[in-house]
C-alpha cells in the first residue's frame, strides 16, 4: 500500500535552518501536505503543495518537491524556540480527501 | 476562528464495552474524517463521510465501528466492544471538499483497560 516515511527527530539550535525530510510511493497523489502538531493539540496544517510545484515559499517555510524521486522537504528558516513539534508529512490518498501520513519527525529546538 | 472540537478529551472504558466519540465539524463543512493515532505510530485514516453516507473506509474500520452524523451538527465515531488493541488517539476532521484544508480536532485519547 502506500507508504510515507520521515526520519524520527531533529535537533537544531535556535536561529539555525531546520530541514525535515518525508519519501512517499504514491506517485499520484495530487496534494502533499506539512502538518504541525503541538504538545497536546491536534494537527495543524502548515503548507501544502500541488504536486505540478516543485517549489512553493511561504515566509519561513519552504517545501521543495521532487518528484522523481519522491522526496518533499519542509525548511523552516530561522527556526524559533516556538517552532519545537511534531511535523508530519501527509499525501493525498484518495478522492474524497484521506489523507496518508508519515510517522511524524519530533523538531527540538535547543536555545 | 471556527475549529473542529471533539469531546471528551479523553475516556477511559473497559475492554468490551461501547464507546462513542465526539466531534463537532466546521459549520459548513461537508467532509468529515475519523483518523487515530497508537502511540508511537503514524495517524492511520479510519473513514470519510459525505452526503450522509461513508465514502471511504481503511481495513482498520471494520465492523466494530460505526459513523453518524445524528444531526446538523454532531459527528460520532462508535466502537461496539472495545479491545485493548482500539486504545489510540482518535482524530476528526472536516473540510469543505476533497482536495481542501482539513481541520482536525485537538483528539480524544482512548485507554482500554
Known amino acids: 500500500g502506500e507508504d510515507v516515511e520521515q526520519s524520527l527527530f531533529l535537533s537544531v539550535r535556535e536561529g539555525d535552518s531546520s530541514v525535515i525530510n518525508c519519501t512517499y510511493t504514491?506517485?499520484?497523489?495530487?496534494?502533499l501536505y506539512w502538518y504541525k502538531q503541538e504538545p497536546g493539540a491536534g494537527l495543524q496544517l502548515l503548507t501544502y503543495i500541488f504536486s505540478n510545484m516543485d517549489m512553493k515559499q511561504d515566509q519561513r517555510l519552504t517545501v521543495l518537491l521532487n518528484k522523481k524521486d519522491k522526496h518533499l522537504s519542509l525548511r523552516i528558516a530561522d527556526t524559533q524556540t516556538g517552532d519545537s513539534a511534531i511535523y508530519f508529512c501527509?499525501?493525498?490518498?484518495?478522492?474524497?480527501?484521506?489523507?496518508?501520513f508519515g510517522k511524524g519527525t519530533k523538531l527540538s529546538v535547543k536555545p | 476562528e471556527p475549529e473542529v472540537t471533539q469531546t471528551p478529551s479523553h475516556q477511559v472504558t473497559q475492554m468490551g464495552q461501547e464507546v462513542i466519540l465526539r466531534c463537532v465539524p466546521i459549520s459548513n463543512h461537508l467532509y468529515f474524517y475519523w483518523y487515530r493515532q497508537i502511540l508511537g505510530q503514524k495517524v492511520e485514516f479510519l473513514v470519510s463521510f459525505y452526503n450522509n453516507e461513508i465514502s471511504e473506509k481503511s481495513e482498520i474500520f471494520d465492523d466494530q465501528f460505526s459513523v453518524e452524523r445524528p444531526d446538523g451538527s454532531n459527528f460520532t465515531l462508535k466502537i461496539r466492544s472495545t479491545k485493548l488493541e482500539d486504545s489510540a488517539m482518535y482524530f476528526c476532521a472536516s473540510s469543505t471538499g476533497g482536495n481542501t484544508e482539513a481541520f482536525f480536532g485537538q483528539g480524544t485519547r482512548l485507554t482500554v483497560v
Open positions: 501527509a499525501t493525498l490518498g484518495g478522492s474524497q480527501g484521506n489523507l496518508i
Open positions: 504514491d506517485s499520484s497523489s495530487t496534494y
